[in-house]
Nanobody, 116 residues
């Protein structure tokens, strides 16, 4: 059973920074991809950023240039560095891992609130 545990969310002022962490139970290289998604109240869950096993990344247009996804395989951890945060970035952020058989594991989510 795979467990994904997110942390690092919180309340931050507009223009501020946060770093989210997602720790997986076991090596992250068993997954084809890992990603961060977010869901704001009343909205559908959306992809924020993803990193493939080979290291390539992709981002939602709304976060390009502001967010960076990275990983530390020695810690079985994927990060989302968020900067220049905006109120519209407020959401619950979820970590997802996709297996080679296209099965998705999800974390429990961490709240990010951007407000003055």
């Amino acid at each position: 059973q795979v467990q994904l545990v997110e942390s690092g969310g919180g309340l931050v002022q507009p223009g501020g920074t946060l770093r989210l962490s997602c720790v997986a139970s076991g090596t992250i290289y068993r997954f084809n991809a890992m990603g961060w998604y977010r869901q704001a109240p009343g909205k559908q869950r959306e992809l924020v950023a993803a990193i493939m096993r080979g290291g390539s990344t992709n981002y939602a247009d709304s976060v390009k240039g502001r967010f960076t996804i990275s990983r530390d395989s020695s810690k079985n951890t994927v990060y989302l560095q968020m900067s220049s945060l905006k109120p519209e970035d407020t959401a619950v952020y979820y970590c997802k891992a996709r297996t080679p058989t296209s099965y998705d594991y999800w974390g429990q989510g961490t709240q990010v609130t951007v407000s003055s």
